[in-house]
């Protein structure tokens, strides 16, 4: 874009506010504007932001972005209005009137013109209407975007003008859309029609209200208008209802991967090896909190401070399982109620101890920017960056884990040892050795769940407690000693869950996901994939 | 300062003779000192220290001691140090009727600081009316209950649920027209939802305006409800959630909120179990503008409160730590309790109790708590902002304080009951209707 447009967009808006028979305020009015809006009642602050934004002063966009990030101060000592930039104990400042230099203060010498909630959304309202001009497309397709379904004349205004100005098709079409969201409630039934087959097509939430508005409201007399948006209702919410089902899929196969690394490592433990680990839980807790202490030593990266916890996280939770496997769980081997008594009280040991080291409080675990937000395929529609990363994480893992069963000598040895003890032994293999590798590797893979989990859930001394009954139901719902079992029975709960929860509410899904596994396991003892031959009787 | 971590046998002997001195103090209806003048006062501190509600319920122990040491440093109460008994109930609910017991029966102390859960407080409810002991209760709860032996410091739904929606309808909070009520699985979330679906009823929101929902402890995939939420919210009208999702589950509950793009300005969440304490352990970028309704906030500027904040920090010798609003009322009800005794020139729980009506102590927040004869006292209602920081920008509170009503006006079978210890009523649920005291079991 270059700057005759940019000039000629200005001059555009310019007219357009002058047309409207708003006066072209000098700085004095701006100045009695802010006074406003660091007043105290709140129907002058508003007024305030709307005085400021159809100002016309130069200055507007900032002082009015200024405010809504909170930038905007008042220095004590001579009651000017200043901008403050940087961060630390002194802050630089700029006149919020003039744009010129104004020195530094401390926070101390500084009064902050504080905004809450609703008077942040009509800043942000207000900064985008004056950024309709900006020079960046993206700039001005959002604030296309922010005045959707606004009510102002002054803003319509300077909407049509922007799009009479506008060359990118995405911000025209966004801007056409803006419109008609203020069409819609125009006086003119041709226009009123206009607008709502303009918004023919658009998932935005804004508008499946505004059409229902136009259907519930007693004074649209036009027959036409209202079969038209009951017409684009229909097809809207048949769409919705869509990708609804889709948004469910998504949420249940998320769930599913939560509830698979979870489980994988009990799979294994408790599947391959027979130990009832009731400690499996804390192996999770200890992974996420490793996850704590590595962000706590690399404060300056935390983009990367997953990806050096994930190693941690698998060291530390594989030691503390070989500790535990080698020093009670060796002597109960074919004691199943010993060892769940056993592990019961480890388990209990461990969070104790989390609670001595680092406090009964929760822990703060950052997410890295590039776990945050999500990208939206449409406003319908959107994926989460969390939930997708750890989707993909959960079948990585799985991977591993099954590559490392079926290729490596240790995952022949640990199958071995497992389908005959006795013969794997007089073959030469040291059983005690597979067994504590085993147990640890299990141990190891629920503290890489724990890295995972931390980006979801809380750290917290009791976290562990939360999937301990999970991921056995995952276990034994799959079918015991089966890593394929554990997928698909992973996968199938989460899904059935998740599409249970919007009908019968979340506490009844989960008692009905329950029911189902004990009317399953009556029928299937086994769980979906059997074991089958000498090794299951064993 | 002394501290006791497990129970010590007091002999027979002197518990007789302590008993009798009593009765004594009781019959003759005025200031006795015990025959056996014992050299401390104990009081004892019930909060869990190991188990899920450790998480909330070791700083209330804490702040009870540091109360105690600060009285003592003063010269204690009546000429006598005060003792501290702490036990652990161990986030157990028999155990804290059972410890309670040990309390009041063994240790025989003066006045119990103790419990966060309504459950909890259900517990032990019986072992202190049988036992006649005094309970403070420090934690914002559902309401429904007003009993002889529990001073109820924490807000009853008046004092924050109802302001909090208040807020929410002017103007200012943002003219919410749409609500969804959304908690956790158990007592108070239940209560405090039914009073509030009657209240908004009456203020004239349609019944499908209204979205209720519950989720089991400990919920950590709110992917569903959110976009249930997201949902509800784009049908045209402004919306606003109101939480009273148990602590732990706030955090995956904002963090989808963030993730999935609603920010405070579309759809704020108005929670009544997130403070400072609770924010000190998470990462607040999600949580930035929602709000939290409170009768206390660390920031908020008055001498009392940086008084407080400051021996705070000192007694737990760590700057980082926060206040919270427990730890408000905890502070609140320690000083009444301290002028009711000294008033009563006993520590003997009748007595007490009639000296307690009427006291007044400064709170925290620059104003003046009163305790009332349904045994709640009288609050201010902030509401706050959450910063980055983890505290609070307050954004509106009430103009004065607001006395806590035990029994709402909000459900039909509790309108017409009234609490009130004081003769010639004498009773925690006083039917108003039919004049008798039996209106409702609690």
């Known amino acids: 874009m270059n700057r005759t447009s940019v000039f000629a967009r200005l001059l555009a808006i310019l007219a357009g506010l002058a047309a409207l028979g708003l006066p072209l305020l000098a700085s004095a009015t701006v100045e009695d504007s802010l006074e406003g809006l660091a007043g105290k009642k709140f129907s002058t602050r508003l007024a305030a932001v709307a005085a400021i934004r159809d100002s016309a002063d130069p200055r507007a966009a900032d002082i009015l972005q200024a405010a809504l990030d909170g930038t905007l101060h008042r220095r004590k000592s001579d009651r000017r209005f200043v901008i403050s930039s940087g961060d630390g104990a002194r802050v630089t400042l700029t006149d919020a009137l003039t744009g010129d230099d104004a020195g530094s203060a401390t926070k101390a010498e500084l009064l902050q013109v504080r905004t809450n909630n609703r008077l942040r959304k009509s800043l942000r309202v207000a900064v985008a209407a004056l950024e309709l001009s900006h020079p960046e497309a993206a700039r001005r397709l959002a604030a296309a975007r922010e005045l959707l379904g606004t009510r102002s004349d002054a803003t319509a205004k300077l909407l049509r003008d922007a799009l009479s100005m506008e060359q990118d098709t995405e911000v025209r079409d966004a801007m056409e859309i803006g419109l008609a969201t203020m069409d819609i409630k125009s006086n003119d039934a041709t226009r009123r029609l206009q607008a709502i087959m303009r918004l023919d097509g658009s998932l935005r939430p804004e508008v499946r209200g505004l059409l229902a508005a136009v259907i519930d409201n007693p004074d649209e007399r036009d027959p036409q208008v209202k079969a038209a948006a009951a017409k684009i209702l229909d097809t809207l919410d048949a769409r919705l209802a869509w990708y609804a089902q889709l948004s469910n899929l998504y949420f249940g196969i998320s769930l599913g991967s939560v509830l698979l690394l979870a489980a994988v490592g009990l799979a294994i433990t408790f599947g391959v090896m027979g130990v009832i680990n009731m400690a499996h839980g804390e192996m999770v807790m200890l992974g996420a909190y490793t996850t704590y202490v590595v962000q706590q030593l690399m404060p300056g990266h935390l983009e990367w401070s997953l990806l050096v916890a994930l190693p941690a996280a698998f060291l530390v939770a594989g030691l503390v399982g070989i500790l535990i496997e080698r020093g009670v769980i060796r002597f109960l081997y074919g004691r199943p109620l010993e060892t769940l008594l056993a592990t019961f009280g480890i388990s209990l040991i461990l969070q104790q101890a989390v609670r001595t080291v680092f406090s009964p409080l929760n822990r703060s675990v950052t997410t890295p920017e590039w776990m945050s937000g999500a990208v939206a395929l449409n406003p319908a529609f959107t994926l989460t960056y969390n939930r997708f990363y750890i989707i993909i994480f959960a079948l990585l893992v799985l991977l591993a884990l099954v590559t490392l069963l079926r290729y490596t000598r240790f995952g022949l040895e640990m199958r071995a040892v497992t389908q005959n003890r006795a013969m794997a032994s007089s073959m030469g293999i040291r059983t005690a050795r597979v067994d504590a590798l085993t147990f640890g590797l299990g141990s190891g893979i629920a503290g890489l769940a724990g890295v995972a989990l931390s980006q979801l859930t809380n750290v917290g001394p009791n976290m562990g407690q939360a999937y301990i009954v999970d991921s056995f139901m995952v276990v034994v719902f799959g079918g015991v000693g089966n890593l394929l079992g554990t997928f698909v029975g992973a996968m199938t709960l989460g899904v059935a869950n998740k599409f249970l929860e919007p009908v019968t509410g979340a506490v009844l899904a989960k008692i009905l996901v329950l029911i189902f596994i004990i009317l399953f396991i009556q029928r299937r003892p086994r769980g979906l994939f059997a074991l089958s031959g000498r090794a299951a009787d064993a | ?442």
């Not at chain 2, 759809?267 to 997130?274: E, G, L, Q, R």
């Open chain 2, 1 to 442: 300062m002394k501290v006791r971590w497990f129970n010590t046998s007091v002999g027979a002997s002197r518990r007789t003779v302590r008993a009798a001195a009593a009765a004594i103090a009781l019959t003759a209806g005025m200031i006795v000192t015990p025959v056996s003048a014992q050299d401390t006062i104990k009081v004892g501190v019930l909060h869990s220290l190991s188990g899920t509600m450790a998480i909330s319920e070791t700083t209330l122990k804490d702040t009870v001691l540091m109360l105690i040491e600060e009285q003592n440093k003063k010269g204690g109460i009546l000429g006598k140090k005060l003792e501290a008994v702490v036990v652990d109930p161990a986030s157990n609910w028999p155990l804290f009727a059972e410890k309670a017991r040990d309390l009041l029966e063994v240790q025989k102390v003066a006045a119990v600081f103790g419990c966060w859960t309504s459950v909890s407080r259900k517990s032990v409810l019986p072992v202190f009316e049988e036992l006649n002991g005094l309970l403070f209760y420090p934690v914002q709860y559902e309401g429904e209950e007003s009993s002889k032996n529990v001073f109820y410091t924490g807000a009853a739904p008046n004092q924050q649920a109802i302001p909090a929606v208040d807020y929410l309808m002017s103007e200012e909070g943002g003219a919410v027209k749409r609500w969804v009520l959304a908690g956790t699985d158990y007592v108070y979330p239940r209560t405090t939802n039914k009073i509030l679906e009657n209240y908004l009823k009456a203020k004239g929101v349609k019944a499908e305006d209204i979205m209720i929902n519950y989720t089991p402890f400990g919920h950590s995939d709110w992917q569903t409800i959110v976009t249930d939420i997201k949902k509800f919210g784009s049908a045209g009208k402004k919306t606003a959630v109101v939480s009273t999702i148990n602590g732990d589950a706030n955090v995956p509950f904002y963090k989808e909120l963030g993730n999935q793009g609603l920010s405070a300005e579309d759809i704020p969440v108005v929670a009544f179990s997130v403070g400072e304490e609770e924010l000190s352990g998470i990462d607040t970028g999600p949580l930035v503008g929602h709000l939290a309704a409170w009768n206390y906030f660390m920031s908020v500027d008055a001498t009392e409160n940086s008084a407080f904040i400051d021996s705070w920090k000192t007694f737990i010798k760590d700057d980082k730590r926060v206040t919270n609003d427990p730890m408000e009322a905890h502070y609140i009800g320690f000083q009444m309790w301290v002028k009711a005794v000294e008033k009563a020139g006993t520590t003997n729980v009748d007595a007490v109790r009639s000296a307690m009506y009427g006291v007044s102590v400064p709170n925290l927040t620059g104003g003046i708590a009163t305790m009332f004869p349904n045994h709640h006292i009288s609050k201010p209602v902030l509401i706050g902002e959450i910063r980055d920081d983890g505290q609070f920008d307050v954004v509106w509170q009430t103009p004065g304080t607001v006395i806590g009503d035990a029994w709402t006006d909000f459900l039909p079978d509790s309108q017409v009951i009234v609490a009130d210890w004081m003769p010639p009523v004498k009773c925690g649920n006083f039917n108003i209707k039919t004049g008798t005291c039996s209106g409702q079991n609690y």
